[in-house]
Structure formats: structure tokens, C-alpha cells
T-cell receptor
Framework: AQTVTQSQPEMSVQEAETVTLSCTYDTSESDYYLFWYKQPPSRQMILVIRQEAYKQQNATENRFSVNFQKAAKSFSLKISDSQLGDAAMYFCAYRTVSGNTPLVFGKGTRLSVIA | DVKVTQSSRYLVKRTGEKVFLECVQDMDHENMFWYRQDPGLGLRLIYFSYDVKMKEKGDIPEGYSVSREKKERFSLILESASTNQTSMYLC????????????FGAGTRLSVL
């Protein structure tokens, strides 16, 4: 079974600085999707960024980028120029390419942003 | 915008009560999911459904059942609520196919006393 591990339960970053959240996963599949979701204190979970395993290029969405290392099964999220609104729980998730399979989530990292 | 609506943000129930958590999505998604979220445990899948009247067990189905009579609505049922079912419950939906994004509701915080 696939598993997703987030080894940092809590992280903090100074406003305007850069922070990297770690995620590793275990799978025997060669093609799959990886995601980072953000859950602010209001609880609505939203997608931050998505990576397709067959693409070697790392995904980027504005201040958010990933470092995808397929051989190492590592998928870290980098947040640049951190803002107070980035404070949230961040969840790494995995899914196979089969159409109806559910996401498998890590346990999350709580990010605090210090003004 | 996709909207996934959970009928209650907060619920307080008594041990032994039958509890219904309702979830409705407005984008004609095939797939719907119920997760439970607890501190330190992340999101754990309870049940999911990939079509009307179809359901699949997730990782922690014990003590729960589900119903999907219409495509847009997916209900989570606690047949006899227990205190260890006090938790945050998240509903999600996703279009069928390989690339589609999963959307979440705002969550229902259930307290069983």
C-alpha cells in the first residue's frame, strides 16, 4: 500500500523568508500524482500545487514550488517570500493514475508565520 | 467555482444516537469521499463512492456507513454514535478521470457526549 510521510509536525518561518516542507512517499507505481494541500484555520482545504510523476520539470505556482525527486521518492514544498496568510496546515498527498482512486494523505505540517 | 457543501459546521450528539452528515456538490462529480481528521493522524479515509449507489470502504469504515442515492449527495451515517467518533469530518468530491483535482467541503466538527 502507498504511504505518505511528513516528518515535520510543525514548522515556523519569518515573514518574507523561505521555508521548505518535506514529504516522502512509498509506492511501487511508476506513474502517479503528488499534491500539496493547504488547510487554513477556517478549515477549507485547498489545492496549492500538483505534480505529475512522468514530468521531470518541477511544478511552480507563484511563490510555491516543489522539488520532486522521483528516485528518492521525495516531494518537498518551498514557499518563498512567506506571508502571514500562508499560516496553515499543509498536507502532502499521493494518488495513482487510475481514475477513481482516493488520495492518500500524510499527517500534515503546521506552518506558523512570524511577523 | 466548485462548491462542496456540508450541511453543518458543528454538531453535538449523544452517545448511541444515529447521526447523519450530509454533503452536496454542485459540479456533477462522479467521485465523492468522506475523511476523518484528527490531530496528529492527518486525514483518514472512511468511505468513498465513484457512482450513484456504489460505495467502497476506506481505511477506517468501522462504525460508519454511507449512502449515495443521487449523484450530488453523499451521506455519512453513524449508526450508534460513540465518544471515539468525536472528530472533524471532511467531505470531498472529484470528477472522474486521471488529472482532476479533489475539492473539499468546510468540514463538520462532531462532538459525541
Amino acid at each position: 500500500a502507498q504511504t505518505v510521510t511528513q516528518s515535520q509536525p510543525e514548522m515556523s518561518v519569518q515573514e518574507a523568508e523561505t521555508v521548505t516542507l518535506s514529504c516522502t512517499y512509498d509506492t511501487s507505481e511508476s506513474d502517479y500524482y503528488l499534491f500539496w494541500y493547504k488547510q487554513p484555520p477556517s478549515r477549507q482545504m485547498i489545492l496549492v500545487i500538483r505534480q505529475e510523476a512522468y514530468k521531470q520539470q518541477n511544478a511552480t505556482e507563484n511563490r510555491f514550488s516543489v522539488n520532486f525527486q522521483k528516485a528518492a521518492k521525495s516531494f518537498s514544498l518551498k514557499i518563498s517570500d512567506s506571508q502571514l496568510g500562508d499560516a496553515a496546515m499543509y498536507f502532502c498527498a499521493y494518488r495513482t493514475v487510475s481514475g477513481n482512486t482516493p488520495l492518500v494523505f500524510g499527517k500534515g505540517t503546521r506552518l506558523s508565520v512570524i511577523a | 467555482d466548485v462548491k462542496v457543501t456540508q450541511s453543518s459546521r458543528y454538531l453535538v450528539k449523544r452517545t448511541g444516537e444515529k447521526v447523519f452528515l450530509e454533503c452536496v456538490q454542485d459540479m456533477d462529480h462522479e467521485n465523492m469521499f468522506w475523511y476523518r481528521q484528527d490531530p496528529g493522524l492527518g486525514l483518514r479515509l472512511i468511505y468513498f463512492s465513484y457512482d450513484v449507489k456504489m460505495k467502497e470502504k476506506g481505511d477506517i469504515p468501522e462504525g460508519y456507513s454511507v449512502s449515495r442515492e443521487k449523484k450530488e449527495r453523499f451521506s455519512l451515517i453513524l449508526e450508534s454514535a460513540s465518544t471515539n467518533q468525536t472528530s472533524m469530518y471532511l467531505c470531498a468530491s472529484r470528477q472522474g478521470g486521471t488529472k482532476n483535482i479533489q475539492y473539499f467541503g468546510a468540514g463538520t466538527r462532531l462532538s459525541v457526549l
